[in-house]
């Protein structure tokens, strides 16, 4: 297959103006280190305007791929420009293929965590998603593995499942764990105060009710125990500079 590579990044939004800068999140809708990164460098390409202008910017992925970005990211760190969390879903490997297909093995994930923070650049881990009855009784060893690879926090996120995910998720349980689906879907309506996904946007993360409380209260316990989250990781925004770009009139000073 011929992979077609898009035209370079332009970064004219933060030319603009009356642009302020804010740290820019990646990875939060989809992964930005997709298999096609490997030839199509658009990630990279935006870490490179990120860098240049000296933009703040987060990161969450499960892939390994982001250590090859180390070149542009070690530099941003040493400016508090940027922070990475690896999302792991299960250290146990057989679970994590089953959910995870084509991600990057769960060992391999706490070695990129290891060798991004031994290279100066703060990544932290998320455990996410929490599924019910299906990987919750991970969490602490999960975070547990995340102090020991040199994180300083974390965070977990609870399962959701909008428009088409419910019923994939639906075929997925029935297909892997027989037996568990309608007790997975009773806990996951429990979470949504009765529905199976929650759009609100205060809510959708970590639920409500009790098994809502339960999952917070061990988070806390652990992160307690393994001395996770314990100081603020703001990005500095104080740093950047607008590009230059073609049309834009450079001030004179």
């Given amino acids: 297959m011929c992979i077609v590579r898009p035209d370079p990044i332009q970064p004219k939004e933060l030319a603009k103006p009356r642009y302020v800068c804010k740290p820019i999140a990646m990875g939060t809708n989809t992964d930005p280190y997709q298999p096609a990164e490997r030839q199509l460098r658009i990630t990279r390409d935006i870490i490179q305007v990120l860098h240049d202008c000296r933009h703040p910017l987060s990161i969450v992925t499960k892939s390994w791929l982001v250590e090859r970005d180390l070149d542009l990211l070690g530099p941003m760190a040493t400016h508090g420009l940027v922070k990475v969390f690896v999302s792991i879903t299960s250290l146990k490997h057989e679970l994590a293929r089953r959910l995870e297909p084509r991600a990057t093995a769960p060992a391999r994930r706490l070695k990129t965590v290891q060798t991004l923070n031994d290279a100066?650049?703060?990544?932290?881990?998320?455990?996410?998603?929490?599924?019910?009855?299906?990987?919750?009784?991970?969490?602490?060893?999960?975070?547990?593995?995340?102090?020991?690879?040199?994180?300083?926090?974390?965070?977990?996120?609870?399962?959701?499942?909008?428009?088409?995910?419910?019923?994939?998720?639906?075929?997925?349980?029935?297909?892997?764990?027989?037996?568990?689906?309608?007790?997975?879907?009773?806990?996951?309506?429990?979470?949504?105060?009765?529905?199976e996904n929650d759009p609100d946007y205060?809510?959708?993360?970590?639920?409500?009710?009790?098994?809502?409380?339960?999952?917070?209260?061990?988070?806390?316990?652990?992160?307690?125990?393994?001395?996770?989250?314990?100081?603020?990781?703001?990005?500095?925004?104080?740093?950047?500079?607008?590009?230059?770009?073609?049309?834009r009139q450079q001030t004179l000073f």
């Avoid at 996410?128 to 919750?136: L, Q, R, S, T």
């Avoid at 009710?209 to 925004?237: H, I, M, P, Q």
């Fill in 120 to 195: 100066g650049v703060p990544t932290g881990v998320m455990f996410a998603p929490v599924i019910p009855f299906i990987n919750d009784s991970e969490m602490e060893h999960v975070l547990e593995q995340a102090a020991a690879a040199g994180a300083k926090t974390t965070g977990y996120i609870m399962l959701r499942l909008p428009n088409e995910v419910k019923q994939l998720f639906r075929e997925w349980l029935e297909t892997h764990e027989p037996g568990k689906t309608e007790h997975v879907f009773s806990i996951i309506r429990d979470l949504r105060s009765g529905r």
């Fill in 202 to 247: 205060f809510t959708r993360m970590r639920g409500q009710g009790v098994y809502a409380d339960l999952v917070r209260s061990r988070f806390d316990n652990a992160c307690r125990k393994f001395g996770l989250n314990r100081g603020s990781w703001e990005l500095n925004t104080g740093l950047f500079e607008p590009p230059v770009t073609a049309g």
